[in-house]
């Protein structure tokens, strides 16, 4: 049964504050922005659409109870192999770095050493924290974290980022619920355009995010 306590306790996990340093990484989007895909509020919306059906964020979901659900070591060496970039894997790597090394100094878990979302997903089953709840607000944060970003580059009013974001929160609880129990068979990734913009990025000359 979830209780207020582990809403807080993800609220917490997942908050800007806590210091994985998500600020720093953009997932692609920087270059997106830079080539013109991406121009407003609609453009915005409709690019964090797919990732939510079809690319990043939905593998992150699925990687996610994955490791609730099995060995988080294997689950980790999955999710490494299925990066499709060397920026994915370095903004996935240090993230989850970092919330390994968080968690242990404050809640004395030692996760060892996973990438984000598995590391989320380990957190969640040692807390006993309810998994669907966890990935939706794992979701929202992931969401969050790159309206952040396009309201910088694009740029965006705060307004427009609230409501990109008010727009996607029933995707952040479908695909929430859609994952539980998830296996490695129902990982996927068809967000090219993503993918690429990723790649394009790590030569990208003037760069001010890490991915």
Known sequence: MTTNTDALTLSQLLSPSFPVGGFAYSHGLETAINEGAITCAATLEAWLSDLLQFGGAQSDAV?????????????????????????RLKETDLQGA????????????DLG??????????AAVVMKLDPELTT???????????????????????????????????????????????????????????DIAAMRHETQYSRVFRS
């Open 113 to 122: 050493r996973l990438c984000y979302p598995v590391a989320v997903g380990q």
């Open 98 to 109: 970092a919330f390994c090394e968080t968690v242990q100094a404050v809640w004395d878990l």
């Open 136 to 194: 939706a607000m794992y979701l929202q944060a992931y969401i969050a974290n790159l309206v952040a970003a396009a309201l910088r580059l694009v740029p965006l009013g705060q307004v427009d980022g609230q409501k990109v974001q008010t727009a996607l929160k029933p995707h952040c609880a479908a695909i929430a619920r859609a994952s539980i129990g998830a296996t490695l068979d129902d990982l996927h990734n068809c967000a090219w355009a993503s």
């Open 63 to 87: 990687l996610l109870n994955m490791a609730y659900g099995g060995d988080a070591a294997e689950v980790d060496e999955q999710a490494r192999a299925f990066a499709s970039s060397a920026e």
